[in-house]
């Protein structure tokens, strides 16, 4: 089983920016990627960005150019950079830890808010 543990979120005025940390406890050997996504109130759930272990990145249009994705491989974290934070950025974000082991396993965080008021 993987633990995944999030933290960073909170309230922040637009221009402003956030950190998002996911440290992830248990097992997590086939380690595939890790992913960021946000669900905004009444809306669905979507992508935000990934990265591999190898560190190989890629994000959302609308984060492009403000949001930066990182990890820490020895400390099992993520990151989540928020810049430039807009009112629309206001969502729970959730990080995804997706492991292959003959078929992929997927695991969640428990989400933190982030508000961006104007």
């Known amino acids: 089983q993987v633990q995944l543990a999030e933290s960073g979120g909170g309230l922040v005025q637009v221009g402003g920016s956030l950190r998002l940390s996911c440290a992830a406890s248990?097992?997590?050997?086939?380690?595939?990627?890790m992913n960021w996504y946000r669900q905004a109130p009444g809306k669905q759930r979507d992508w935000v960005a990934i990265?591999?272990?190898?560190?190989?990145?890629q994000y959302e249009d609308s984060v492009k150019g403000r949001f930066t994705i990182s990890r820490d491989n020895a400390a099992n974290t993520v990151y989540l950079q928020m810049n430039k934070l807009k009112p629309e950025d206001t969502a729970v974000y959730y990080c995804?830890?997706?492991?292959?082991?003959?078929?992929?396993?997927?695991?969640w965080g428990q989400g933190t808010q982030v508000t961006v008021s104007s």
């Open positions: 990265i591999t272990p190898g560190g190989a990145t």
């Open positions: 248990g097992n997590i050997s086939g380690l595939n990627a």
């Open positions: 995804n830890w997706r492991l292959w082991r003959g078929q992929y396993f997927d695991y």
